[in-house]
Structure formats: structure tokens, C-alpha cells
């Protein structure tokens, strides 16, 4: 296309679609350029200083590192994301999970990294692994092996369980997947809660074999 009408000719391509079919930001409703992914309002907002170590105890993950609270503008980003609305918003994540694992003091050579598998049915209704592929591109960037080493079986979901009905309901829920489990792994999911859904994948990992496990998560909702 470029070569055809030169730059002038696409910024004025450019133009032309953006007049006619102009994006519109899926969180504020704003008018945007028809290639960004949100507005720069937004995108602005996402722009959190990451909150780093989390002060949660886990019997079976050493650390939990977070990026921001789930609120405003990264809970409605993260629901968009999840719920299939807008494959493209990974992106930004993959950017945010960057950003907090190089501020973190987890020394991430020679970890592997893995995510927190969907469960089989929100996966098949949404036909994405919304976990794994943020995962897989943060590895990428931090040249560092991703592998898938759990799977998840169908269950209840977790939402508007106590937190103890939230940790009798995930036990069991993760099996191995058919690799060997490395030593020291990390782990990213989107949301923490409880952090029993972390802990649960913790456990199996180190019962078959991970001795350091850390974790690292886009969002917060403890209270
Ligand atoms: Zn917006």
C-alpha cells in the first residue's frame, strides 16, 4: 500500500477512514483514531505506578506481585479483555506485566513461565486462552520459556463465593498438563481475589516437582 501511494497517500488513506469510520473507545464511548485500541483518556488512565509486592500469604507461592486495583478504568479493561470484547486490549497488558516484572525484585532468569488456565467451559465460549496469551508474549519479551503445565477441569465459578467456599471449591480443580514441571516458575493470572485459585495451582505445581514459584497478576480485588 505504501509503495503504491507513498506515505502522503496513506496518512491521507489514513484520514479518509478515520472521518468516515472513526473508532469509538469501548470503555468511555469517546470518538478515537480507528487504529488505536483505546482512547488516549483511557490509555492515560492505565498508566498506573504498579503497586508491586502484595502483603497476601500463600502457603504454596512465595510472592504475589500486582500491577494496579481492580477498579475504574483496568477493572473495565480487564472485563472487556476477558469476556471476549476486545482481543487487541492484551497489548497494553503485555506492557503493564513488563513494566511490573523488571521493577520487581524477582530475579526471573532461569524461571519458566506459566498462567492460570480458564476452566474448559469459559474457555469454549470465548474461544481463547485469555491467560495464556498475555503470558506467552510477557515470556517473549523477558526471553524466558512460557509453558502450558496445568489444565483446568470444569467447576463452579468463583464469583460470589465467601473466601472459604472460594478455597474448598478450586481444590482439585488444576491437573498437570503431559510436561515436567520446572523448579522455579512463575505464574500470571488476571484477577486476585483470594489468592485461593493461585495457591491451589501452587500446590500441584510443587507436588510435582517446583520449588519456587512467584506470582504475578494485572489486578487486585482484596479488600
Ligand atoms: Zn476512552
Given at each position: 500500500?505504501?509503495?503504491?501511494?507513498?506515505?502522503?497517500?496513506?496518512?491521507?488513506?489514513?484520514?479518509?477512514?478515520?472521518?468516515?469510520?472513526?473508532?469509538?473507545?469501548?470503555?468511555?464511548?469517546?470518538?478515537?483514531?480507528?487504529?488505536?485500541?483505546?482512547?488516549?483518556?483511557?490509555?492515560?488512565?492505565?498508566?498506573?505506578?504498579?503497586?508491586?509486592?502484595?502483603?497476601?500469604?500463600?502457603?504454596?507461592?512465595?510472592?504475589?506481585?500486582?500491577?494496579?486495583?481492580?477498579?475504574?478504568?483496568?477493572?473495565?479493561?480487564?472485563?472487556?479483555?476477558?469476556?471476549?470484547?476486545?482481543?487487541?486490549?492484551?497489548?497494553?497488558?503485555?506492557?503493564?506485566?513488563?513494566?511490573?516484572?523488571?521493577?520487581?525484585?524477582?530475579?526471573?532468569?532461569?524461571?519458566?513461565?506459566?498462567?492460570?488456565?480458564?476452566?474448559?467451559?469459559?474457555?469454549?465460549?470465548?474461544?481463547?486462552?485469555?491467560?495464556?496469551?498475555?503470558?506467552?508474549?510477557?515470556?517473549?519479551?523477558?526471553?524466558?520459556?512460557?509453558?502450558?503445565?496445568?489444565?483446568?477441569?470444569?467447576?463452579?465459578?468463583?464469583?460470589?463465593?465467601?473466601?472459604?467456599?472460594?478455597?474448598?471449591?478450586?481444590v482439585g480443580r488444576y491437573r498437570i498438563g503431559n510436561r515436567v514441571v520446572p523448579e522455579k516458575i512463575l505464574i500470571f493470572d488476571d484477577v486476585?481475589?483470594?489468592?485461593?485459585?493461585?495457591?491451589?495451582?501452587?500446590?500441584?505445581?510443587?507436588?510435582?516437582?517446583?520449588?519456587?514459584?512467584?506470582?504475578?497478576?494485572?489486578?487486585?480485588?482484596?479488600?
Amino acid at each position: 500500500m505504501s509503495r503504491l501511494l507513498g506515505d502522503r497517500g496513506v496518512s491521507f488513506l489514513h484520514r479518509v477512514v478515520n472521518f468516515f469510520l472513526p473508532g469509538v473507545c469501548p470503555i468511555c464511548g469517546s470518538r478515537m483514531d480507528f487504529t488505536d485500541v483505546l482512547c488516549e483518556d483511557c490509555t492515560s488512565r492505565l498508566n498506573l505506578t504498579p503497586l508491586m509486592r502484595l502483603n497476601i500469604e500463600l502457603k504454596n507461592v512465595d510472592s504475589v506481585w500486582c500491577y494496579g486495583k481492580y477498579e475504574d478504568e483496568l477493572r473495565d479493561a480487564i472485563k472487556l479483555y476477558k469476556y471476549g470484547f476486545l482481543s487487541s486490549l492484551h497489548l497494553i497488558f503485555v506492557d503493564k506485566m513488563v513494566e511490573l516484572f523488571e521493577r520487581s525484585s524477582v530475579n526471573f532468569e532461569g524461571f519458566t513461565m506459566t498462567s492460570v488456565p480458564p476452566n474448559l467451559n469459559s474457555r469454549l465460549s470465548k474461544g481463547f486462552d485469555h491467560t495464556g496469551i498475555v503470558a506467552r508474549k510477557v515470556a517473549k519479551r523477558l526471553g524466558i520459556d512460557y509453558k502450558v503445565l496445568l489444565k483446568a477441569k470444569n467447576g463452579k465459578p468463583q464469583v460470589g463465593l465467601s473466601a472459604k467456599e472460594r478455597r474448598r471449591n478450586v481444590v482439585g480443580r488444576y491437573r498437570i498438563g503431559n510436561r515436567v514441571v520446572p523448579e522455579k516458575i512463575l505464574i500470571f493470572d488476571d484477577v486476585i481475589t483470594t489468592g485461593s485459585t493461585l495457591d491451589e495451582c501452587g500446590r500441584i505445581l510443587k507436588e510435582h516437582g517446583a520449588v519456587e514459584i512467584h506470582g504475578f497478576v494485572l489486578a487486585h480485588s482484596i479488600i
